[in-house]
C-alpha cells in the first residue's frame, strides 16, 4: 500500500512539474527551436525528423519517426515528458539539466514544424 502511494505520488509530482513548464512558456517558436534540435537531436531524429539521423543506425530500439500517426497523435505535453524525462529502456534520456525547461516548449514546435501535414501509416 505505501509502495503504491509513492508511486502515486512520484507520478504527480512529475505531471505537475512538467505541466507548470508548460504553462510558464506559453507557446514555442520552431526558429527557436531548429539551433537545439540540430545540435542535440538530429543526430538520432534525422534532419526531417523521421528518426534516420546518423547515430540511429546503431540503436536496438530506433528514434521516433516524428511522422508517423503514432507520434503525430501524441499532445505536445505527451512530447514535452518524453523529452524533460526521457524514454524508459531506450537511448533517449532525459534531457532535464541539459536544455532549459522553455527551449524544450521551442524544440517541440520544431519537430511540429519538420512533421506538419498527415503522417506516413
Ligand atoms: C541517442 C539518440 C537520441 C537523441 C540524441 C535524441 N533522441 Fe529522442 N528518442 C530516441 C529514441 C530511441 C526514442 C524512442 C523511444 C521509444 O521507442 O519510445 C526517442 C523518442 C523521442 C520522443 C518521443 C516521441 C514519441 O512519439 O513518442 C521525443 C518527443 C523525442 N525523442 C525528442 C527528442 C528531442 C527533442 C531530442 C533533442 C533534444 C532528442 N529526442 C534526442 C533517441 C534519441
Redesign the pocket.
Known amino acids: 500500500m505505501r509502495k503504491k502511494l509513492g508511486i502515486i505520488i512520484a507520478v504527480l509530482t512529475v505531471v505537475l512539474a512538467n505541466s507548470w513548464v508548460a504553462a510558464q512558456v506559453g507557446p514555442g517558436h520552431p526558429d527557436r ?1 531548429e539551433a ?2 540540430k ?7 534525422g534532419r526531417m525528423g523521421e ?1 534516420d ?1 546518423p ?2 543506425q546503431g ?1 536496438i ?4 519517426d ?1 511522422h ?1 500517426a ?5 499532445t505536445d505535453f ?3 515528458i ?2 524533460s524525462n526521457g ?1 524508459l ?5 532525459s ?1 532535464r539539466g ?2 532549459a525547461d522553455e ?2 516548449v521551442h ?2 514546435a ?2 511540429r514544424a519538420l512533421a506538419p501535414e498527415y503522417p506516413h501509416l
Open positions: 527551436g537545439l534540435y545540435e542535440h537531436c538530429l543526430r538520432c531524429h528518426g539521423g547515430d540511429a540503436l530500439v530506433r528514434p521516433v516524428f508517423t503514432r507520434s503525430r497523435a501524441k505527451e512530447l514535452l518524453a523529452i524514454v529502456f531506450s537511448p533517449m534520456h534531457w541539459r536544455i527551449d524544450m524544440v517541440i520544431y519537430v
